[in-house]
């Protein structure tokens, strides 16, 4: 749900931090995943994205409270209370959960063709069908669609 990325990869030069919009919207607990994540992709820059979640990394993080398995952690009990404080103080984090359920999805351009004896299926454009349907690759007969 976090992307840390080197300054090599910026325009700028500068280090990036990516946050997945599509964090559960349940405030204030979404405000406290969002700083949660923003706290491991700051491990990442401070002790060199190379490290990973390897041992560099497991160090810092669980210094600064966070807890749980390293690729996916979560705030420690001591971090929680201090985020918490810090958001009574500064407000919830101003983001908006993306929902995605509501997209409408592309549907494929190609076509199904399927050979009538084996089942064999190949998909293809409409532009290729309206030529010629194809030769079944398993037994050679004519497919349809």
């Keep these: 749900i976090g992307e840390a990325w080197v300054p090599e990869c910026n325009s700028e030069g500068r280090h990036t931090i990516l946050i997945s919009p599509a964090i559960e ?3 204030p607990a979404r405000s406290l995943e969002i700083l949660g994540t923003l706290i491991h992709e700051v491990v990442h820059i401070v002790v060199g994205v190379q490290h990973g979640h390897r041992a560099p990394f497991k ?3 669980l210094a600064v409270g966070l807890t749980g398995k390293m690729t996916a952690t979560t705030n420690g009990p001591e971090l929680t209370e201090r ?3 810090w958001l009574k103080l500064n407000g919830l984090c101003p983001a908006g959960a993306l929902n ?4 409408k999805k592309q549907s ?3 076509i199904k063709a399927q050979c009538i004896p084996c089942n064999y299926i190949v998909r293809l454009s409409r532009s ?3 030529k010629g349907l194809p030769l079944c690759g ?3 007969e ?3 669609v």
């Design 128 to 130: 290729q069908a309206e």
């Design 108 to 110: 494929t351009r190609m």
């Design 142 to 144: 004519r497919m349809t």
């Design 25 to 27: 919207p349940d405030e």
């Design 59 to 61: 160090k810092c993080a």
């Design 83 to 85: 985020l918490t404080e």
């Design 100 to 103: 995605v359920s509501n997209r």
């Design 138 to 140: 398993c037994c050679g």
